[in-house]
Structure formats: structure tokens, C-alpha cells
């Protein structure tokens, strides 16, 4: 008997695609959003200052008092029968639908989170396991930012660092500008003027914020923002597009200017019907339903605004896939 007899039988010849989001917190408990922003507040790329002065804040303060806050606002946007997140709903609708868009032999597409489940580091396994001898990773953040995309590419690199038995790896880079995303985009603003019954006076484009710091020494993604604002406003130029900063954390200053801030003083500037749309976020989630369409709603009405609604996210609506297709086959 042969030594190739004896050899296991092993998978090979695929590649992997991974479309990777930020992540949501297993259920609405207490327990569980405490273990999602653990993970997430730890981050060394999303909290640049010293380590062990944060964790001493982070687990002495924050993680005593912020999970119950946090849980509150995640009940408000659960979905009960799906028993889920939306950004998770959406992310594996994603998933599947790329899948069936792609339906090659030899390519497997799958989804991940940075901070919760499903890690980053099961599903490279996985695919691992699948025969996936290339990996393809794509981060659902249009705009790069090196809390976002780079924490993303770290914990992939972790991941790679302890196999012994490495695939091909390459990332998929932001997407600010791609026509596909700016259509799709000006599209669903499109669909939404379509469905109410008054004509804003602004639109408010709002996207995750960073500590100005951030900026300061060098990440592009406030830049990323602006151009994508841009784009959108070329292709749609009947009402103005104002760009704003949404979800600071923490005495700091961040980017500006701040969303909520701006929503409260509209109305006193006469522009009492504003329309939202985020466009940094590739599905709705806590910050856009939550913090935008009730928080924001709910000030914007109490400063003496009429009318206001929010444009959903891209989610898994055919422009979307269409353009998350397109990323993928450029880079396999």
C-alpha cells in the first residue's frame, strides 16, 4: 500500500468570499450587550488612547452602566420573529443572495461579523475547510476608515497568523465612489420621494462619526464622506444635501457637524421638512433606526419640525446586490 493510500482526503480549488459588517450583539440581554461592546469598546483602532487606563474606565464604568442603555435602544429595533438584528437579518439576506447571483461551482460566499457572531476567525476556518485554497474579504463600509475597514484587515491578519496551512488572501478596498453604489443610492431617494406626500427642504446625509483626532493625524475617511455626498448631489441636485456626524462617544470632539445637533436646529433655520439617508451603512441597524428615525425624529419634531422620515439603507434590495456583485467579481 501506497503512501497516497493512506492520504486523507482533502477539499481544495475554491475560493471564499466573506463579506464582513460590524456586528450586533446575540440578543437583547444585559449579559449579551455587555460581551458585544466588551469586544467592540477594546478595540485598540476604534479607542486610541492608553490601554490600560481604558480597560480600567471601560470595565469599572462603561460596562457597568452602558449595557442596559444599549439594550434599551436594541429593543426598540429587534425583530422578534426572526428573533435577530436587522443588521444581522440583512446581512445574511446579503449573503444569500449573492450566493445565488454568483451560482459558480467553485465559489462559496459567506458572512461574517468583526465583533460578535459569526467571527471573522470561524468562518475563515470554514471555508478553510471547504476547500477554499483563496479567500476574498469585503467590508461593508463604503467609506474607509481605519476603525471600520483596517479593524476588519487586522483581525483577518490575526486569523491568518495561526494557520498553518494559509489561503491567498485579498481585500476588497472602499467603494465611496463607485457608480453603482452612487445610482443605487440616488435611487432609493428617488422611491422614497415617491412615497410621502411633502417635499423636503434638506436632506440630511448622516454618517458614522470618528473623534476628530482621527482625522487629524491622518485617516481619510471624513474626505470618503464628503465625496460620496457629492456624488449623490450631482446625480441629484433638486433639493440640498447637507453632510453630518452621527453616534459620538465620549467627551472628545468628533466630526462635525453633529447630526443630532443639526436636526435640533432646522427648524429654527426654516427648514422644517428634512428626509435622512445614511449612506455609510450598508444595512439599517441600532444607528439608523433607532438612533435616526426615533431619536432624531423625535427631537427634530420637539424643535418645531413637520415633517421627517429616513430613507432606508440599501439592505439586500436588488441595486445593492447588484453592486456588491460587482466588487466581488472584479477581485476573483
Known sequence: MTNDDNHPPIKFGKTGVLIVNLGTPDSTSWL?????LKEFLSDKRV????PIIWQLILNLFILTFRPSK????YKEIWMKNENMSPLMYYTQKQSDKISKSL???NLIIDFAMRYGNPSIKSKIYKLQEQGCENLVILPLY????AATTATVCDEVYRTLMKMRWQPSLKIIPHYESDPLYIDALVKSINKKLSEISWKPDLIIASYHGIPKKYFDKGDPYHCYCHKTTRLISEKFNSVEIKTTFQSRFGPQEWLQPYTDKTLESLPAEGKKNVLTICPGFSSDCVETLEEILIQGKESFINSG??????IPCLNDNNDHIDLLKSLIEKNI
Open 32 to 36: 449579551d450587550i455587555r460581551k458585544y
Open 47 to 50: 479607542i486610541e488612547v492608553n
Open 70 to 73: 444599549t439594550a434599551k435602544a
Open 103 to 105: 451560482p459558480l461551482d
Open 142 to 145: 463604503p467609506q474607509y476608515a
Open 305 to 310: 419640525g413637520e415633517n421627517f422620515d429616513m
